[in-house]
């Protein structure tokens, strides 16, 4: 079997056990009846049956902290997903297309920068100026604390 198809698999079985614990299971369950159902002798009842026992397990290995169990229900599905992927290797669009609907979309990562740029002028003496953020004060507690919405007294 191709690499990819595995990682399809692989990535299908990850979604899927993840959609188990959440409000959306029915709708991600219904989805993979469709997919299963007519492929090899997998009737709509057996898979969804199928489905819900796996998703009993997994709420059971959750409340009970068991990892093994949870990469169990994860391995079972992801065999699943294999075996159907190698008896048809066009259902990889259909899985794709059910993991989009699946897999929340990542959220957007932005990046800002913000730049101050203080400026101090005149002499200290007797002592350090200390800058904390955009104020600049020496310690006698006297300069400037300018800012955003806080111009220089």
Request: hydrophobic share 40%; net charge negative; proline share 6%.
């Amino acid at each position: 079997m191709e690499a990819e198809l595995v990682t399809l698999a692989a990535a299908g079985a990850t979604a899927l056990v993840q959609q188990m614990a959440t409000d959306g299971w029915t709708a991600a369950r219904d989805r993979m009846v469709a997919f299963f159902a007519g492929r090899g002798s997998a009737t709509p009842a057996s898979v969804e049956e199928d489905l819900e026992t796996g998703r009993a397990e997994l709420v059971a290995a959750q409340r009970d902290e068991d990892e093994e169990l949870a990469a169990d229900v994860r391995a079972e599905w992801r065999a699943r997903l294999r075996r159907a992927l190698a008896a048809d290797p066009a259902a990889a669009a259909e899985l794709r297309s059910l993991l989009d609907e699946l897999t929340p979309p990542a959220p957007e990562t932005r990046q800002a920068s913000v730049v101050y740029h203080n400026t101090m002028s005149g002499t200290v003496s007797d002592g350090p100026v200390i800058q904390i953020g955009s104020s600049n004060v020496n310690h006698w507690g006297t300069g400037s604390h300018g800012g955003p919405g806080n111009p220089p007294a």
